[in-house]
């Protein structure tokens, strides 16, 4: 079968290599159907350090089961699904409080890779896929598309809105413009937030964010940022959604918030650490990680996409 390889940085090609096979009672083997390349993709894309041939990064998608292990019982060969980037065993004390995204059954992490090919293996897989009803055939191109991203960025920006416990007329901040920035504005106006203001550069994408639900948008970074930020709001926000995954953007996270408010990041970390001692005074809640995709898509976001809400496209 092909899969996209990294022949070196910036540039990919395809090879031919072995179909995948059922290794554990747990995995399914997939045919995509549709995958896409996320922004962390670009890291290894670029890396100047990487070998010739280093499998892709590729870790989302939706697909065909074409066959399963001794122990799935939720899945047969012909269910069209949701291949999550994080996939949890479903019955770890992180997986059953909600947090899949960090299942700990999983060594280092648990992201998927090589997801850009023609089949995948799939591990956790009684539990972690999510079915999505009949077949590619009857979706528009649009449906796939939004069903595609339910497979990583729609579930990472409903993530940092979940555990900076985004409520009902809250005043929520989301830093960083792209994909999963804009789930975010998604995520916060599903939850019922009062006021989302979206700190952005780009013209194109201040524009989608206000389509999304963003109702202001700041353009500056650094203390003038801040201060723009805090006088729409009347004060600082309730919660800051964190979607690029550098110092700069957690201090400003930090910047916009009035005492007492929560930060939300799922920006993969661009740096070994961060102090947190001069937030102690005001009472910061911070949370953030790998998204709960298999939760967040059997619970809320499979359901909204169906009923033809927040994400489809033309």
């Not at 540039?11 to 995948?20: A, C, K, M, S, T």
């Not at 549709?34 to 590729?58: A, H, I, P």
Request: with cysteine; aromatic share 6%; hydrophobic share 40%.
């Amino acid at each position: 079968m092909k899969s996209a390889v990294y022949l070196k940085p910036g540039q990919v090609g395809l090879v031919e290599i072995d179909r995948p096979q059922i290794e554990d009672p747990q995995d399914a083997i997939i045919r995509i159907v549709r995958t896409c390349v996320c922004g962390s993709d670009l890291w290894r894309y670029r890396d100047d350090q990487m070998e010739s041939g280093t499998r892709n990064s590729g870790h989302e998608a939706i697909g065909i089961v074409e066959e399963v292990g001794a122990a799935i019982t939720t899945v047969q060969p012909g269910d069209f699904v949701i291949a999550p980037f994080t996939h949890g065993c479903g019955e770890c004390d992180a997986c059953r409080a909600g947090f899949d995204g960090t299942c700990d059954r999983h060594i280092g992490n648990n992201w998927s890779g090589g997801v850009q090919a023609e089949c995948i293996r799939f591990h956790f897989a009684n539990w972690a896929l999510v079915k999505i009803p009949g077949q590619p055939s009857d979706y528009s191109e649009g449906m796939l598309k939004s069903l595609l991203s339910l497979a990583d960025v729609m579930p990472t920006g409903y993530h940092a809105a979940r555990v900076a416990d985004v409520k009902p007329g809250d005043k929520v901040v989301v830093i960083g413009d792209g994909a999963v920035g804009q789930c975010a504005v998604i995520a916060a106006k599903m939850r019922g937030a009062s006021q989302i203001v979206m700190m952005s550069r780009h013209a194109d994408r201040q524009v989608l964010a206000r389509e999304f639900g963003a109702t202001a948008v700041v353009a500056e970074r650094g203390e003038t940022g801040i201060a723009k930020v805090r006088e729409l709001l009347g004060g600082g926000a309730d919660a800051a959604l964190e979607c690029v995954g550098t110092e700069a953007s957690i201090d400003q996270a930090l910047g916009v918030l009035h005492n007492g408010g929560r930060i939300g990041f799922v920006g993969v970390p661009h740096y070994a650490n961060h102090a947190l001692g001069s937030t102690f005074a005001q009472n910061i809640t911070i949370g953030g990680g790998a998204a709960s995709v298999t939760t967040y898509n059997k619970q809320v976001l499979l359901k909204g996409t169906s009923k033809n809400s927040y994400l489809l496209s033309p």
